[in-house]
């Protein structure tokens, strides 16, 4: 059984360069999670997905932020322009969306903006 | 404001012995409580949950404890082994969303 798929593992560009970052959720999860992890702010949400809508974007930190979710086996989270301090981990997680049940990770993208 | 909150951000054991990873939370709407381990350069792997009907769910060498009335859960793991090393983070949700609010982690190291 897939578990939750990421691309690229890393990144590595220069600050303004735009950045899409992949997700492919578990077949039949129907929410979709996208997580930054910095040593400062820890895990971090940044977005959340049901059945392909955006419920909370509230984590978002800025408008060079968007992400989207055209059908229910793909996301995208996008940065442009992108700057130094994006650089981070990025983890997207998907869920069942019953309650009581664990979100499941990537293994996340390694961004690093020089 | 931090609504979840681990303490202690290392613990060391040795192997065999007990391990007791400690949280926090503030939010009494938090309703559902996961533990996840974290192995460097890979994602969040769930562990162990506890609902909050419940003060204890045992699954194999790891148990969960929560006491509601403290708002504090525990992760016991015995006996502790050397691939048990890696960060662990609780989790805590309380809303028809399943958003979670993670911890700051707590980074276990088992000795042989």
């Known amino acids: 059984d897939a578990g939750v798929i990421q691309s690229p593992r890393h990144e590595v560009t220069e600050m303004g360069q735009e950045v899409t970052l992949r997700c492919k959720p578990i077949s039949g999860h129907n929410s979709l999670f996208w997580y930054r992890q910095t040593m400062m702010r820890g895990l971090e949400l940044l977005i959340y997905f049901n059945n392909n809508v955006p419920i909370d974007d509230s984590g978002m930190p800025e408008d060079r932020f968007s992400a989207k979710m055209p059908n229910a086996s793909f996301s995208t989270l996008k940065i442009q322009p992108s700057e130094p301090r994006d650089s981070a981990v990025y983890f997207c997680a998907s869920h069942r969306g019953y309650s009581n049940q664990p979100q499941h990770f990537g293994d996340g993208t390694r961004l690093s903006i020089l | 404001d931090q609504q979840v909150k681990q303490n202690s951000p290392s613990l060391s054991v040795q192997e065999g012995r007990i391990s007791i990873l400690n949280c926090d939370y503030t939010n009494s709407m938090f309703d559902y409580f996961l533990w996840y381990k974290k192995y460097p350069a890979e994602g969040p792997t769930f562990l162990i949950s506890?609902?909050?009907?419940?003060d204890k769910n045992e699954d194999g060498r790891f148990t969960v404890f929560l006491n509601k009335s403290a708002k504090h859960l525990s992760l016991h793991i015995v006996p502790s082994q050397p691939g048990d090393s890696a960060v662990y983070f609780c989790a805590a949700s309380g809303n028809a969303g399943n958003m979670l609010t993670f911890g700051g982690g707590t980074r276990l190291m088992v000795k042989p």
């Open positions: 506890i609902s909050s009907i419940k």
